[in-house]
């Protein structure tokens, strides 16, 4: 008997929820590659009610690419390549509290992440996504020949994200925690499986362009930061027990909103292999 995917777009650039799949049951390879056709179209997928426990939450993952670890923070005792993501009742900061892509610091960036809610507040916790595809494809013509010819420098050590990861730094980090890492990458980027371009820098981690000083990168990178998160380029996903998401670092960029202080959030996180951007 074959399933029957239901999409509902959430909106026209990024992001739909996928219905009429039950993940707790075997799901064949069929049916994750036109999960896979769905989450290249939409840019992150989003799945209701399903509570995958860890070891079958790290099986599912694996369908879409191999896992790789997170560089800063510890995983899951039994599950070293499952990070939570936890914002504790006292505490002000959540984790990775900016828009930002995943540790484009890295030479070889993630291609996704797949995030599953355990722990929500009553109210507020929600993740907002940005199209990176519909950012660059609204650049004027000259400003697309401009930033198609320029590198950027990505770090870990910029002072928002950085901020972000005090807390989780402070009670579970790894050998590498206070490290800086650093990368080149293009400013666009053309998707390995869609052949789109997309705008490739983020204000969680991109310092500066190659051959320029902050200073003199600091007005346009301003420009492209807050142009890549205009209202009709982005969705915003309520978080619910059970959720899965799965979104493409290679063409989106997130936001998790810090509105929820004095309840605990917890979300289990892994992270895909992805290659080198250009």
Not at 60 to 87: S, T
């Amino acid at each position: 008997m074959s399933t029957k995917l239901i999409v509902k777009p959430l909106t026209r650039s990024v992001g739909a929820e996928i219905h009429g799949v039950n993940l707790l049951e075997p799901v064949s390879d069929a049916l994750i590659a036109e999960i896979r056709k769905i989450w290249l179209a939409h840019g992150v997928i989003f799945f209701r009610d399903q509570p995958l426990e860890p070891a079958a939450y790290l099986e599912f993952a694996k369908r879409f690419g191999e896992v790789v670890e997170y560089p800063f923070v510890k995983g899951l005792p039994d599950f070293p390549l499952i990070i939570p993501v936890l914002k504790l009742p006292h505490e002000k900061h959540n984790f990775g509290g900016v828009w930002h892509t995943d540790t484009t610091y890295l030479a070889e960036p993630p291609s996704a992440t797949m995030l599953i809610a355990r722990e929500l507040p009553p109210v507020g916790g929600d993740t907002m996504f940005a199209s990176n595809y519909a950012a660059y494809e609204a650049l004027s013509d000259g400003l697309k020949k401009t930033v198609d010819q320029l590198l950027a420098v990505n770090s870990s050590a910029k002072a928002a994200v950085t901020h972000s990861r005090e807390d989780r730094l402070g009670d579970s980090a790894t050998s590498k925690g206070r490290e800086e890492l650093n990368s080149q990458h293009p400013v666009v980027r053309t998707h390995p499986e869609t052949g789109r371009k997309a705008l490739y820098v983020n204000p969680g981690h991109t310092v500066r362009f190659v051959g320029w000083t902050e200073e003199e990168s600091e007005p346009l990178l301003n420009y492209l930061f807050a142009h890549q998160v205009r209202p009709e380029f982005t969705c915003r996903f309520n978080w619910t027990p059970g959720a899965i998401a799965l979104w493409d670092n290679r063409c989106v960029l997130h936001n998790p909103i810090n509105d929820y202080h004095g309840h605990k959030r917890l979300l289990h996180r892994i992270t895909l292999k992805g290659d080198i951007p250009k």
